[in-house]
């Protein structure tokens, strides 16, 4: 036990005594162990704390944050000053819809038509691509990339799930829509060009080769093990119940999930998220950072 | 009171007039703090979040009764607080894994475990280690670096309480970097 008072002990550590006031007081505690201890102790946590960097939001944290409580009080949130291009954070959703659509028959055609001419070695690398549309026929079928290479549909006529209103609040309310869905090969496949249209990407693994081994290496696939114990990437749960609603997978312990980036379509903050049933590389996924809805999803095959 | 105080204080008043501009500013104001308490109360990035918009959510949907007798951020901090302190309580339900003696320092350069808290992991695994009373008072007085008054008025304890709590809580957090480093001799503590 020390006779020291533990403030005057704190103060030394911390340096808030006057100079000479302190000298004084250190070279007292110098003779007695247990305070020289407590002064120590002291002296490494306040050492330790001030080593410690001041944890940050990142952007998407903030993001999320901001909307997420925005929806719990139904608010509608003012534009964020850092985008220009809407006076209010919000999406049209038909336009987007077509939009997406006009986009990715623009992107795909050259790497299709490209795909057409090297048919014969193509393997498996089968191609189907569904892409959103708000066409009153929601099929844009591509007659020029027809089976069994490659097929440009529209999954889903987002303006007849979507509201309304042109102009829908995101404010975490997710785009309640069927959401459109890119069927992709199953290797050597540029991500950016494949769900590129759809997808602004912000960090991810560019190719689907890429995407395996990084599942490979967190659910040891190659072992069958269905889960290594990690922290399952947010949204996980979701994710899952919307593929099932959505008929695309079952709901079971057996789909794993795997963060590969971020991202945002039309603004709205992405998780793109890779989705695997029993060690099959199955569907890639971005997802509302905010709320965690699906908003766009490719099937590889 | 001090500018952010007043500021805080005019804000409110807007958001409560229904200025959603108010709501953004706050939120800004104090988003980073609160999440850096929720995530060093915390120690996980996700479940910071959680406690963070259940922080805002609370104190935003009582903005009302926000009387001023205190300043604004006391409110928020000490709500974020007993929000920690609620899910602690629900993780302590679950099984968990004992802090060990002895560990190997982590791989500096692997981000995830970095980022987890964005503390060193031998200072993120002492401070886990400390009881939850002497880590909010660390983390409030120490990490934050809030005044010793607020830090009181956050956890409804009197200023020598949080001293006290304060001081021990470095001492444990020492003893705790000891024992992640190595055999370490420290002071039993005299007065618990």
Redesign the interface.
């Known amino acids: ?2 006779d020291f008072d ?2 005057l ?2 103060a030394l ?1 911390e340096g808030t005594l006057p100079a000479d006031e302190a000298a004084d007081l250190e070279a007292r505690i110098g003779a007695d162990p ?1 305070a020289s ?2 002064l ?3 002296r ?3 050492a ?2 001030a ?7 990142d952007d998407l ?2 993001m ?3 909307r ?3 929806a ?2 139904d ?4 534009q964020p000053a850092a985008s220009p291009r809407r006076r209010r954070w919000s999406v049209n959703w038909s336009a987007l819809a077509t939009a997406a659509a006009v986009l990715l028959g623009v992107a795909l055609a050259a790497p299709l038509l490209s795909l057409l001419n090297t048919s014969d070695d193509a393997g498996d690398s089968t191609t189907t691509v569904a892409a959103a549309a708000d066409a009153g026929d929601a099929d844009v079928q591509s007659q020029a990339l027809d089976e069994p290479l490659a097929t440009v549909s529209a999954a889903a006529d987002l303006e007849s799930a979507a509201p309304a209103e042109d102009e829908r609040e995101l404010v975490g309310a997710p785009p309640e829509t069927a959401m459109p869905d890119t069927t992709m090969p199953t290797a050597g496949t540029d991500l950016g060009t494949a769900f590129g249209p759809l997808v602004d990407f912000g960090t991810l693994d560019s190719e689907l080769t890429q995407v395996r081994a990084r599942f490979a290496q967190q659910f040891r696939l190659a072992d069958g093990a269905a889960d290594d114990g990690a ?1 399952p990437p ?1 949204c996980t749960t979701e994710l899952r119940s919307s593929l099932a609603d959505a008929g695309t997978l079952p709901v079971e312990e057996s789909t794993q999930v795997l963060l590969l980036g971020t991202g945002t379509v039309a603004d709205l903050p992405v998780y793109v998220l890779a989705v695997a049933v029993d060690g099959d590389l199955r569907q890639l996924a971005a997802v509302d950072a905010g709320t965690c809805a699906t908003v766009a999803t490719a099937t590889v095959e | 009171m001090t500018s952010r105080a007043a500021q805080d204080e005019t804000l409110v008043r807007r958001y409560l007039d229904g200025d959603v501009a108010a709501f953004d500013e706050l939120m800004r104001a104090h988003e980073d703090r609160v999440f850096a308490i929720c995530l060093r109360m915390l120690r996980d990035r996700e479940a910071a979040l959680d406690a963070a918009q259940e922080t805002f959510v609370a104190v935003f949907r009582k903005a009302d009764r926000f009387a001023g007798r205190s300043a604004f951020s006391t409110w928020l901090y000490r709500v974020a607080v007993n929000t920690c302190y609620d899910m602690l309580r629900r993780q302590r339900r679950r099984p968990t894994t004992a802090l060990p003696d002895h560990v190997e320092p982590a791989d500096p350069t692997t981000e995830d475990q970095l980022r987890s808290a964005d503390l060193r992991p031998e200072i993120e695994a002492a401070l886990a280690a400390l009881p939850t009373e002497f880590r909010s008072a660390v983390v409030l007085a120490d990490l934050e670096d809030l005044p010793l008054q607020q830090v009181g008025e956050i956890l409804g304890v009197p200023v020598g309480t949080v001293k006290s709590r304060v001081f021990r809580g470095r001492r444990l957090l020492a003893e705790a970097l000891g024992n992640l480093s190595g055999p370490r001799r420290l002071p039993r503590d005299e007065t618990s």
Do not use: Y
């Not at chain 1, 080593?51 to 939001?57: I, Y």
């Not at chain 1, 608010?75 to 003012?78: E, K, S």
């Open positions: 036990m020390t533990h403030e002990i704190a550590a247990a201890a407590e120590e102790a002291q490494v946590a306040l330790a704390i080593a410690a960097p001041a944890p940050q939001l944290e903030r999320r944050l901001h997420s409580v925005a719990e009080l608010l509608v949130l003012p922290e947010p």
